[in-house]
C-alpha cells in the first residue's frame, strides 16, 4: 500500500489516536463472534501453564531477575512483595480475578504490534483517514482480545523507551 506509513513512523501526538482507531476497527470487524467464557472456566490457570511458565522455565535470566521469579517473597524499597511463581501459584486466590477474568473468546489478530499497522494521512488535514492492520498470527486466532492489546501497549511502550535510551547516548 503505497499511500501507508508504518505506525511507527508517524508522530508520537497521533499514537493515541492510532490506538483509538485500531481498537475501534478491530470491536467492529473483528471482536464480533464472541464465545462467552462461563465463570468456573479456568482461564487463568490455563493461561499461565501454557503461556506465561513455559516462558519462565525455558529461558536463562540474569540472577538479579531469577530472584524475583524464584523466591517466595522479595523486597523492593522495604516493601516486601510475594516472588512471580508465588504468585502466580497463588493466583486462584487472587481477590481482583474477579474483575480481570476476561468474558469471551474471539478471533484475533495474534501478532498487534506498531509494526502491523499502517496508516494512510490525509494530504491536507495531516489526520489520519484510514489503518489497515497486517500480518495476523494464524497460531492462536481464537483467544480474549485482551492479549492483543496488551501486545499493542506493549509496542508502543518499547518504542519509547527505546527512543529515550537511544537520546540519552547520544
Wanted: with cysteine; hydrophobic share 35%; charged share 25%.
Amino acid at each position: 500500500l503505497p499511500d501507508h506509513s508504518n505506525a511507527i513512523s508517524l508522530p508520537r501526538d497521533q499514537h493515541a489516536q492510532i490506538v483509538q482507531a485500531v481498537v475501534q476497527k478491530l470491536k467492529d470487524d473483528v471482536y464480533t463472534n464472541r464465545i462467552p467464557i462461563s465463570n468456573d472456566e479456568e482461564w487463568f490457570h490455563y493461561y499461565y501453564a501454557s503461556k506465561i511458565y513455559p516462558i519462565l522455565t525455558q529461558t536463562k535470566y540474569p540472577a538479579a531477575i531469577d530472584v524475583l521469579i524464584q523466591s517466595k517473597r522479595v523486597t523492593i524499597n522495604n516493601k516486601t512483595y510475594p516472588g512471580l511463581y508465588a504468585l502466580l501459584d497463588n493466583s486462584h486466590n487472587f481477590s481482583a480475578k474477579a474483575v480481570l477474568q476476561p468474558t469471551f473468546y474471539c478471533p484475533i489478530h495474534g501478532d498487534l504490534t506498531v509494526e502491523n499497522i499502517l496508516c494512510k494521512k490525509n494530504d491536507h488535514t495531516e489526520e489520519i483517514e484510514d489503518i489497515k492492520i497486517i500480518d495476523t498470527d494464524a497460531d492462536d486466532i481464537v483467544e480474549v482480545p485482551e492479549l492483543d492489546l496488551g501486545k499493542l501497549f506493549q509496542t508502543f511502550l518499547r518504542d519509547r523507551k527505546s527512543t529515550r535510551l537511544n537520546s540519552s547516548h547520544q
